[in-house]
């Protein structure tokens, strides 16, 4: 966060060539914004900024949180996720007192944020994207800054622990239908088959997102 305070400025030649300080949080007016599909988090205990002898601020405070996304995951496992990440401020309203702009666009962005991503997942990170806009709220408007992240999930996973078995098993079941075993023999391996589609079908519903509206095109047969 950067920020100007006209009031917290000094001449560095009056004061030993001190041209920044560090300070805890409290000690002067900080932005109060909070994320909006915010469920879970840990608070930072970094709670100090910088201010420069131009009344500029700089504040850096790590935050880890959870968030809500609305999953579709119908062409699971070849689903493709957005899911938003909403910074606001509901104290100043955007006209007359608090603007929130983004400094780095939204490459800039996106290269830092494939730097920290974790490669080695389940998702890989596609897409980033800023929407800056004003939110009505009691006939108010609220500075809001979005950030539309997109995600796409690594298929090789299921493919390999639950398309593949899936159709083997399918396939298997065909080619004893329509061969020339005895009617027994066909049965008591309809069984097994049966048994087996059970244990990936329970694999399956531990694996599969429950956070969805529609269920994955996967599971509906």
Request: hydrophobic letters at 40%; aromatic letters at 12%.
């Amino acid at each position: 966060q950067e920020w100007q305070n006209p009031f917290a400025t000094w001449d560095p030649q009056d004061f030993c060539n001190i041209s920044e300080i560090v300070l805890p949080m409290d000690t002067y007016w900080s932005p109060p914004i909070f994320i909006m599909e915010r469920v879970n988090g840990q608070d930072p205990e970094l709670n100090y900024m910088v201010l420069m002898h131009n009344g500029s601020f700089n504040s850096t405070r790590p935050f880890q949180v959870t968030l809500t996304c609305s999953l579709k995951i119908l062409k699971f496992p070849f689903d493709t996720q957005t899911c938003n990440l909403s910074i606001a401020s509901f104290l100043y309203p955007a006209v007359t007192d608090f603007v929130m702009k983004t400094r780095r666009t939204p490459a800039e962005m996106m290269k830092d944020s494939h730097s920290f991503f974790l490669t080695d997942g389940e998702w890989k990170f596609t897409n980033l994207s800023i929407i800056e806009y004003t939110e009505m709220m009691d006939d108010k408007g609220f500075s809001v800054v979005t950030y539309v992240i997109s995600m796409e999930r690594r298929p090789t996973l299921y493919i390999l622990n639950l398309i593949l078995p899936t159709c083997a098993l399918y396939l298997l079941d065909m080619a004893v239908l329509f061969g020339p075993s005895s009617l027994e023999e066909k049965i008591n391996f309809q069984i097994a088959i049966i048994l087996g589609s059970s244990m990936l079908a329970v694999i399956l519903n531990n694996s599969l997102p429950t956070s969805s509206n529609k269920p994955p095109i996967i599971g509906t047969h």
